[in-house]
C-alpha cells in the first residue's frame, strides 16, 4: 500500500517534470507561431498648421507576421486629436503596404470609420486581456489609451481596413495615410497613433527592443508627436499646456478694449480644481499691466481704491472699467492686450495663472 | 311691411348708439405739426445699459455731460466711455453734430470734421422740451451695444 502510494507520487512528479520540460521547449515555438507584432517606425506630420488647412500625415508602420499564419487579418488604426477637430467627419485613411498575397485580401486600400457596430467580427475590440471586450475599438481606444501630453479634450477615433488583409508570413513596411482639416479651438496638440489587428487587438505583451517609443505590447503601438496649430482663434487653448482654469475672465462675451469690460476673479478656481491663494479673503484688488500698439505698457498695480473689486457672489469678485479711461491711454496709442493678477490689499497674497504663474492674459475678443 | 319698419328701427339705434361711445384725446400740438426738433441744452448722463444690463452703479454717469448748442457738442470728460472717445480711431471730445432727418430723426452723427461717429436715438424726440436723450452704440465689438439715457 505504502510503496503504491510513492510509486503514484513519484508518477506524478514524473509526469508534471516531462510537461514542465515539454512545455518549457516549445514555448518559443509557440509565441513564433502564434504571434505577429507592430512596430511604428516614424510619423511624418506637419510641425504647424493652420487653422482649416488640409493637411497630410504619414504612419510609417513594420509589421512581422513572424512565420504565422495570419490570414483574414483587418487592419485597425486609431488617431488621437482635439474632439474640435472631429476627426470621424474631417478625416480620411487609407493604407499601402507590398503585400498582395491575395486579390480579395489586399495589403492596401481605404480604411473606413469603425462602425462600431460589435455584432460584426472584425469591430469587436480585444482587450488588454486579449479576449473580446463586447466594445467597439473606438471605445476601447478611449477607455485603454492614454491621451499623450493633452490635458484634455482630446479623443481616439478608430479606423478600419475595409477589407481583412492576407498578411501571413511575411515582414513588410507599410504606411497609413491620414488626410484631415486642422480645426479651430486649439493653439497646441499633441497628436497620436495605434496600430494594431482585429484578431490581438489591445493584448498586452512585451514589445520588441526595436519599438521607436514607449510601445506597450508586441502586438500593437502607440506614437504621439505636437504640432502647432496657427490662426485658431482669440480663445485657442494649447492641449499641451496646463488645463486652463476659469479664474479670471472678461464679460461682455464678444469686447474690445474700447468697450466697457467687466473683469471677474473666481477664487474657487485654482490649480487642479483647488482653491486659490485668495479663498475667502475679505477684499480683492486688480493688478493689472496693459500692452499698447506703440510697444509700451501701462500698469495699474498699487492697489488703489479704483482697483478695488467688488464681491458679487460666493468667493466671485467683479471690477467694470472703460480700459481707456482707467489707463488713461493717450490719443493716438491703443491697449492690444491686458494682463491680469489679483491680490488682497496688502499685496502679501497675490494670484496670478495657476499651473504658470505668470499674469492672466487676455487679448480683444470680437468675432 | 310693419316687420321692415322695426328692423330698420333696431338698426338705425345700434348705429346712434355707436356714435354716443366715440372718445376724444388730447394731443400734443407738436405731435400733429412737423416741428424741426431741437434738444439743446446741458445733459447729463443717467445711466448706461450694456447689452441691456444696468453699469449705472459702476461709473459716476452724472459726470458725463454732455453739452449741445445749435451745431456743436462738447463733453464734460473724457475718461468716461463715449463713442467720440474711442482709442481706434482719433477721439474727440467737442465738435458738429447733425440729425438724419431734423423732422423725426433716429440717428445722430457726431463728427470733428475727418471722424464721423454715429449714434442711434434709442428713444423717439419731440420737435421741443424734450427731457430725455437715448444713445445706442457700439464701443468697440459690433455685438456689444450700450444704450446711454441723458436727462436734463
Known amino acids: 500500500m505504502f510503496i503504491t502510494l510513492k510509486n503514484k507520487k513519484m508518477r506524478k512528479l514524473n509526469f508534471n517534470y516531462k510537461t514542465f520540460l515539454v512545455g518549457f521547449l516549445a514555448l518559443p515555438l509557440v509565441f513564433l507561431f502564434v504571434t505577429s507584432c507592430f512596430d511604428i517606425t516614424d510619423v511624418t506630420q506637419p510641425a504647424s498648421a493652420r487653422a482649416g488647412e488640409s493637411i497630410s500625415i504619414t504612419v510609417k508602420v513594420n509589421y512581422d507576421s513572424e512565420d504565422t499564419d495570419q490570414n483574414y487579418r483587418f487592419l485597425i488604426f486609431g488617431m488621437l486629436a482635439p474632439k474640435s477637430w472631429d476627426l470621424a467627419n474631417n478625416a480620411t485613411v487609407r493604407f499601402d503596404s507590398s503585400i498582395n498575397q491575395s486579390p480579395d485580401r489586399p495589403g492596401s486600400g481605404n480604411m473606413i470609420l469603425d462602425p462600431q457596430d460589435v455584432s460584426f467580427w472584425g469591430n469587436k475590440s480585444r482587450g488588454l486581456d486579449g479576449e473580446e471586450s463586447g466594445n467597439s475599438w473606438t471605445v476601447d481606444m478611449n477607455e485603454i489609451l492614454d491621451i499623450g501630453e493633452n490635458y484634455g479634450e482630446s479623443e481616439w477615433v478608430a479606423f478600419r481596413s475595409e477589407s481583412p488583409i492576407d498578411a501571413s508570413q511575411t515582414s513588410v513596411d507599410g504606411t497609413i495615410t491620414v488626410t484631415l482639416t486642422v480645426g479651430e479651438g486649439h493653439s497646441g496638440a499633441q497628436l497620436g497613433y495605434w496600430v494594431g489587428s482585429h484578431n490581438d487587438g489591445f493584448k498586452q505583451e512585451d514589445s520588441i527592443d526595436s519599438s521607436t517609443q514607449d510601445a506597450k505590447s508586441r502586438f500593437w503601438d502607440t506614437h504621439f508627436k505636437n504640432i502647432t496649430i496657427t490662426g485658431a482663434g482669440a480663445t485657442a487653448t494649447d492641449l499641451t499646456g496646463p488645463a486652463p482654469t476659469f479664474t479670471a475672465f472678461i464679460n461682455p462675451e464678444g469686447y474690445m478694449f474700447d468697450d466697457i469690460i467687466t473683469v471677474r476673479f473666481d477664487a474657487k478656481e485654482g490649480l487642479d480644481g483647488g482653491n486659490t491663494a485668495l479663498y475667502n479673503v475679505g477684499a480683492v484688488n486688480m493688478n493689472a499691466t496693459v500692452l499698447l500698439g506703440d510697444g509700451t505698457t501701462i500698469v495699474k498695480a498699487d492697489r488703489d481704491a479704483a482697483s478695488s473689486m467688488t464681491l458679487v457672489g460666493n468667493n466671485i469678485w467683479e471690477i467694470t472699467l472703460w480700459p481707456p479711461g482707467y489707463f488713461g491711454v493717450t490719443a493716438g496709442n491703443i491697449i492690444t492686450e491686458i494682463h491680469l493678477s489679483f491680490s488682497n490689499p496688502d499685496g502679501s497674497i497675490i494670484v496670478r495663472n495657476p499651473g504658470y504663474d505668470t499674469d492672466i492674459e487676455f487679448g480683444a475678443n470680437c468675432q | ?152
Open chain 2, 1 to 152: 311691411m310693419r316687420n321692415i319698419f322695426i328692423i330698420t328701427l333696431i338698426f338705425s339705434l345700434a348705429l346712434f348708439s355707436a356714435c354716443d361711445d366715440a372718445e376724444t384725446f388730447d394731443v400734443r400740438e407738436d405731435a400733429l405739426i412737423d416741428y424741426k426738433v431741437e434738444i439743446n441744452g446741458e445733459w447729463s448722463l443717467h445711466s448706461i445699459h450694456r447689452n441691456g444690463t444696468d453699469l449705472s452703479g459702476h461709473f459716476n454717469a452724472s459726470a458725463l455731460t454732455l453739452s449741445i448748442s445749435d451745431g456743436s457738442f462738447t463733453l464734460g470728460s473724457s475718461t468716461l466711455p463715449f463713442p467720440t472717445l474711442k482709442t481706434s480711431g482719433t477721439p474727440f471730445a467737442s465738435g458738429n453734430w447733425s440729425f438724419d432727418d431734423d423732422f423725426k430723426p433716429t440717428n445722430i452723427q457726431f463728427t470733428n470734421g475727418s471722424e464721423i461717429v454715429p449714434a442711434g436715438l434709442s428713444m423717439p424726440l419731440f420737435g421741443k422740451n424734450n427731457s430725455s436723450l437715448g444713445l445706442q452704440f457700439s464701443l468697440g465689438c459690433g455685438a456689444t451695444t450700450y444704450v446711454y439715457h441723458f436727462k436734463k
